[in-house]
């Protein structure tokens, strides 16, 4: 690790003053851009913690929430609102890590942090576009069973690892964020971005702004929505395949629906085609089948992640039948 | 501003890099709090800061300044046990005993954590505020600390003991 | 081994073969097996307290005066040479002492290569260490950081630019499959060992499988990371290590360095897990070579990807099993043969046939190892080298025969349980591998079992259950040596430099010593993990608890006579020989008359004495030559397999012993129960991932090896049949490693019966479970 200086933010202004300089990084709970740091992917000169900024989670204007990125994810998972009107997201960041990272990790931190491939990781002895720009990806022909079947490219097929931002994207999530030019707003579905031929830029954020806050708007999910992560063990692994559905059902077929998926996508994989396909229609298997065909039809599928399209599929369709069935 | 460390002040290192992990180990010589691999992912460095349990290798020692650190030397003394290291001795909760202290302070914030009706992946009804630990709970609770001897077994046994829930 | 080696052990068979039983080791059985107190007694851990409160000082946390730090560096190609080699930025970064590369590190010689006959031999590998400019594998070490803090060390060692060429590379198995070497022997066994014309008597089979399983690397995963601290004082060196071998440890780095034995001091008494992954590798040799280069103690602890670079696992195998039965359902023939890596520098084959030739009868039998050559980090013992692959493979396939044949799983292995070792006919010291069974399945409820695949489901759910055989042999090692010293005030203490990793090898010893000196718990006191105590072999094969119980057999003999003769005339034991006495109620009483004792207090006092001290070594471990030793288990899984998304969850898991003596049913049951926890996870998610382009190791993390995490794990419900075994020390075989053994084909058999799917390579993930 190269030499730091560190400093504390007391205020959004604070922080955007601090942070604006090369070499400069936010510290949120330190649990990915430590680890990072170590590994030597990342290299910044000068941290400037952002945990002591806003972290309240409370009712928004509009009956939402408002969640401020230095919230521990802890917190948000423990918090009434969130357990009452979006379990989805309780259940996601529940089921992320363990609960010493989910006790450091802010949410601002979460919606940014890096992919785990393994190849990305590994500074010394692997080529990766997303590290090192036109260097190449070593996880094309290697190990890339945690690795994107949808929206990678030839450059990239690198998943996002969090499980909370699949609920946010689910759930309509939006992402605050302050910069030099002052405030402006963003979906969490459009914040991060597909790899394209420029793996290395992940998000929509610049180096100078920062995530101030994640708003939600009222969820009609609460009664009928689940988040179900499959991994390679019972508990503390990345998902291989994960699924946020939310449903509101009218008479025996689908009111409102909002489907999203981790493991799959370089980003939480928001599946529009799927919700166009059921809104309106009864969950019978073919209505479903045919969905989940409608969004996944362009998949990539390599040796090391080609089970994840049938995966995706049987635990979507477990999740749908279940939720569909009469309300508990 | 200083850092706490069961009870007593000690300054933030110079070196912004220092980890919690090693301010503790190799500067205050508190070697209860173990290192198995730095990355975030076997828990034998946890305690507790500001009574909730993380991980010290992943927080910069300069993170905890004007904070309060508890490590498994301020949890209990081979003299006056604590309960769940006793407990831990008598379920033959560890075998090397090198995941043991994190194992015991990530047990004792779960169990204040489960006090305070925090749900878990497991917890059936996230809505309900009383939390029923089941031993399956225990285990989802406790598989941020890995143990490589396999002595999970005991280890469960040990805090099912002292939640007063224990069944044969 | 080589061919002279396998005649010379060959004959030493024979001859022993000869001799009667009750000449050798435990041709009598030990009087302890009747006559215990201590031993067998449910004993909490004696160092639990130091443990539980983070008291107890590990290598990495001894406090040294005027410490400095080291760092590593390790080659990202696998086979080539240093061209271009910058230290500069690196020499002049804050805090460093003194960066170390093959052009300043000190010309060494090698270190032996492990071997059966030299126990000081230890090396797993015979590769120079920082000598030139040559890598022989991806990870290797090529230079080396020493500085002020390990933040220093860790910074420096990013400033270093090495330039390589690369040469091609042995990376890929299967294309090494082609020119892979057939070893003369495997440890001290024969390697191609043939009973009748096994090809043939198979192909006239009534009942035939054969099959190819494969299991992937694995690493050990201790989860104490490897640390060494080394300090020259004078021309004397100090090592604080975490080490399963610290008096072999001792002498090879005094050959290494050109010292006397009694120079080196190796300091190890808290092992934070080893499972064969704490031995002698380049880092401890670094270490000491840099601290007298830089004058001061150095501290080399490595990064956990550090130890998946340097510190090889367990090798990766391609299995065949083949199996032929009569219509009766006794075998005719069992091969096993198969290709595991070891590279020419390495040193540990591993053995996963030896198992194979010791459960099952046949008419014909076949086995034969070939290892593969690769370009890698040498491969070592892993918990249960060889049998718990080997198990793996042969218990599948004895599953697809019963399978086959509509015949219960256990029904099948009764009908083939051998009475004698099959391949060698001597006999089983002892051995009740079909008592294991039928208490394990009375146990477990095998009578619920639904032969029909898939037929048993809960919701989205479909459960299963099977079992396997498990096997791991006996052994005792030569060279064990304790030293007692009886005190004036009665107690006693015990010394040796066996090492504790977790075992509860203290714990265990003391019962024991209790016992054989006829003293209290609290009378005694266990001293080890320091090589300048009598010395001790390492603690590998199980072997360490029969190892040093035999030199405390050997030492209390000998502290009889001695005692004895302290005695004199005036003594009520005075006139009665060694063989007429006991120890007993803290003295010597007479066995025919026990009202003639005489107590060690008073003995000592009257001859004007602090104390006693004798040293022996034990017995050469003969018995293991004349007979079959073994430690068998049979293990049971129920388990649940999701139709959803293929995912295992283990519900149950117990496993049926049968190893002599349990010496302390509590540490025994922990060990047991964490052998079979390493068990699932070798059956379900542990891989080494080793990227075959490239020759490196992708996954050098905890995060992203799996081992199983408590949600993993269930209640592990462990019996044993406590049968003693005449002839060892105390009754007693080895617990360490049988309970991983047996578990990966029990996992994998209840799979096969809860989804009628065979998954023959491990681990067993879900995709392949998955329906197509
Ligand atoms: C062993 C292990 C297992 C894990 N398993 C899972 C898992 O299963 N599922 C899962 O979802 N996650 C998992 N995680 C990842 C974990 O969720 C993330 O590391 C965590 O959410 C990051 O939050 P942080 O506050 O610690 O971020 P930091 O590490 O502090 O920062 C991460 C990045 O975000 C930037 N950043 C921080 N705050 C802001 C801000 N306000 N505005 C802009 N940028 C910011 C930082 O500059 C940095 O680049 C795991 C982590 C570990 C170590
Ligand atoms: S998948 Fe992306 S992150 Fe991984 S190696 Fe390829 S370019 Fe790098
Ligand atoms: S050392 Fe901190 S999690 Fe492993
Ligand atoms: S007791 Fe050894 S790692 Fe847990």
């Known amino acids: 690790m190269n030499p730091i200086s560190y400093s504390r933010a007391a205020s959004v202004a604070d922080a955007l003053h601090m942070a604006g300089g090369q070499g400069a990084r936010l510290l949120g709970g330190g649990t990915n851009l430590v680890d990072l740091m170590r590994k030597g992917v990342d290299t910044p000169s000068q941290l400037v913690d952002v945990t002591a900024l806003p972290d309240g989670i409370d009712r928004a204007e509009d009956g939402g929430l408002i969640i401020g990125a230095a919230a521990r994810n802890s917190a948000v998972a423990a918090h009434p609102l969130v357990r009452s009107g979006y379990p989805m997201l309780a259940r996601a960041i529940l089921a992320a890590a363990s609960a010493q990272v989910r006790n450091m990790a802010t949410v601002g931190g979460n919606v940014m942090q890096r992919t785990r491939c393994l190849y990305f990781n590994d500074v010394a002895g692997a080529r990766c576009n997303k590290r090192v720009p036109g260097s190449g990806c070593d996880a094309i022909g290697g190990f890339n069973r945690y690795h994107a079947i949808l929206g990678g490219s030839d450059a990239c097929i690198a998943t996002h690892p969090s499980d909370m931002c699949v609920a946010l994207a689910a759930l309509d999530g939006q992402v605050h964020i302050a910069g030099p030019a002052g405030e402006r707003t963003v979906p969490l579905v459009a914040f991060h971005r597909l790899p394209g031929e420029r793996p290395d830029i992940e998000t929509v954020l610049d180096p100078t702004e920062i995530v101030v806050a994640i708003t939600l708007p009222p969820s009609p999910f609460a009664a009928r929505s689940a988040y179900r992560k499959v991994r390679d063990r019972a508990s503390y692994a990345f998902a291989l395949v994960s699924v946020a559905v939310g449903l509101t059902m009218r008479e025996d077929r689908v009111d409102a629906i909002s489907v999203a998926f981790g493991g799959i996508a370089p980003k939480p994989w928001r599946a529009a085609r799927i919700e166009d396909a059921l809104r309106g229609a009864s969950l019978s298997p073919s209505a479903i089948e045919k969905a989940f065909e409608a969004e996944f039809a362009d998949a990539t599928l390599l040796p090391g992640n080609g089970f994840k399209r049938g995966l995706a599929k049987r635990t979507l369709s477990a999740m749908l039948t279940e939720l569909g069935g009469p309300a508990q | ?168 | 081994m080589t061919k002279i080696q396998n005649a010379v052990i060959g004959s030493v068979r024979t001859v022993i073969g000869w001799v009667p039983a009750g000449w050798l080791p435990g041709g009598s059985p030990d009087p302890l097996i009747e006559r215990r107190a201590a031993i067998g007694r449910q004993a909490s851990r004696l160092d639990g307290p130091l443990k539980v409160t983070g008291e107890a000082r590990f290598a990495a946390e001894v406090a040294v005066d005027n410490l400095s730090y080291a760092a590593l560096v390790h080659s990202p190609i696998t086979r080539g040479r240093i061209m271009r080699l910058d230290t500069d930025a690196a020499d002049a970064a804050p805090g460093v002492i003194l960066v170390v590369t093959h052009r300043n590190m000190p010309r060494l010689g090698t270190l032996a290569l492990i071997g059966m006959s030299d126990m000081s031999a230890i090396g797993n590998s015979d590769l120079p260490i920082l000598q030139d400019a040559q890598v022989h594998y991806n990870g290797q070490v090529v230079a080396a950081v020493i500085a002020e803090t390990q933040e220093q060390a860790d910074h420096a060692v990013s400033l270093i630019m090495i330039d390589y060429t690369a040469e091609p590379a042995k990376t890929l198995f299967e294309e090494a499959k082609a020119t892979a070497r057939t070893p003369a022997s495997v440890l001290i066994e024969k390697n191609h060992v043939t009973v009748g014309n096994a090809e043939r008597e198979l192909s006239r089979s009534a009942h035939i499988v054969d099959n190819v399983y494969r299991t992937p690397p694995h690493n050990h995963n201790a989860i104490e990371l490897h640390t060494v601290t080394a300090m020259w004082e004078g021309d004397g060196l100090l090592v604080h290590d975490t080490t399963q071998m610290v008096a072999p440890s001792a002498t090879a780095l005094a050959k290494l360095f050109g010292l006397k034995r009694e120079q080196v001091r190796v300091l190890s008494p808290f092992v934070g897990g080893g499972f064969g992954g704490k031995g002698m590798w380049d880092h401890q040799i670094v270490a000491v070579a840099v601290a007298r280069m830089v004058g001061r103690p150095v501290r080399l602890t490595l990064s956990r990807e550090g130890v998946y670079r340097i510190i090889g696992g367990r090798t990766p195998s391609e299995q065949r099993v083949a199996i032929g039965a009569d219509a009766a359902g006794r075998f005719t023939a069992l091969i096993h043969s198969g290709y595991s890596v070891m590279p020419p520098y390495g040193a540990c084959p591993e053995q996963y046939t030896l198992g194979s030739r010791a459960i099952y009868d046949a008419k014909s039998f076949e086995f034969l190892q070939r290892h593969v050559d690769l370009d890698i980090v040498p491969n070592t013992f892993m918990r249960a080298p060889g049998e718990a692959i080997g198990t793996f493979a042969v218990e599948s396939a004895v599953d697809e025969m019963a399978h086959a044949m509509g015949v219960d799983p256990i029904d099948m292995r009764m009908a083939n349980i051998a009475e004698r070792h099959p391949v060698s006919g001597a006999p089983f010291s002892q051995h009740a591998l079909k008592q294991a069974f039928t208490d394990g399945a009375e146990r477990f409820g095998w009578n619920r079992r639904v032969a029909e695949p898939g037929s048993r489901r809960e919701g989205e759910w479909r459960i299963g259950i099977g079992c396997a055989a498990g096997s791991f042999p006996y052994a005792r090692m030569p060279g064990a040596n304790v030293r007692i010293t009886l005190h004036g005030d009665g107690s006693a203490t015990i010394a040796c430099s066996a090492q504790e990793m977790g075992m509860g090898t203290a714990t265990v010893q003391v019962q024991h010593a209790a016992d054989r000196l006829g003293l209290p718990l609290e009378a005694i006191r266990f001293e080890l993990g320091d090589s300048d105590l009598p010395a001790s072999p390492m603690a590998g094969g199980s072997s360490q608890t029969a190892s040093v119980a035999g030199a405390i057999i050997a030492a209390a003999e000998k502290l009889t006579g001695e005692m004895l003769r302290l005695a004199g005339n005036a003594s009520p034991v005075a006139g009665l020989r060694a063989g007429e006495v006991r120890l007993t109620d803290g003295g010597i009483a007479s066995i025919a008359d026990p009202s003639r004792h005489d107590s060690f207090e008073s003995i000592l006092a009257r001859a004007a004495r602090d104390d006693m001290t004798v040293t022996a070594a034990g017995s050469m471990p003969l018995e293991m030559f004349k007979f079959a030793m073994h430690s068998t288990s049979a293990v049971f899984c129920e388990l649940r397999v999701s139709d959803v998304t293929g995912e295992v969850r283990v519900d149950r898991l117990l496993g049926s012993f049968d190893c002599g003596t349990i010496l302390n049913p509590k540490t025994a049951a922990s060990q047991f129960r964490g052998g079979m926890i390493m068990g699932l996870g070798l059956a379900l998610t542990e891989e080494t991932l080793f990227d075959g382009r490239s020759g490196r190791i992708m996954n050098a993390s905890l995060a992203d090896y799996h081992i199983p995490t408590h949600l993993d794990v269930p209640q592990i419900d462990v019996m044993w049949t406590d049968i003693p075994d005449p002839r060892s020390p105390l009754g007693a075989r080895g617990i360490g490693e049988i309970g991983i053994t047996g578990v990966g084909a029990a996992v994998a058999n209840a799979v096969f019966n809860a989804t009628g799917k065979r998954v023959r390579d491990l681990p067993i993930t879900l995709d392949k479970l998955l329906p197509d």
Do not use: W
Not at chain 2, 61 to 89: K, M, Y
Not at chain 2, 106 to 125: C, I, K, N, Q, W
């Open chain 2, 1 to 168: 501003m200083t850092i706490k460390v069961n009870g007593q002040d000690f300054p933030p290192p110079d070196d912004a890099r220092v980890s919690l992990l090693d301010l503790l180990r190799e500067q205050l010589h508190l070697t209860g709090t173990k290192v198995g691999c730095n990355q975030g992912a076997c828990g034998a460095c946890t305690v507790l800061l500001d009574s909730r349990r993380v991980l010290s290798c992943l927080t910069l020692a300069v993170q905890a300044d004007g904070r309060s650190v508890t490590t498994i030397e301020g949890l209990g003394t081979a003299e006056a046990l604590h309960p769940l290291q006793a407990a831990f001795i008598e379920h033959d909760g560890f075998q090397c005993g090198y995941c043991t202290p994190g194992q015991i302070c990530a047990a004792t914030a779960m169990l204040e954590e489960v006090a305070a009706g925090m749900p878990s992946y497991l917890t059936v009804d996230l809505a309900a505020d009383r939390i029923t630990l089941s031993r399956e709970e225990v285990q989802e609770r406790m598989s941020g600390n890995l143990c490589r001897c396999g002595a999970h077994n005991g280890i469960i046994d040990a805090i099912l003991d002292v939640a007063g829930e224990h069944r044969p």
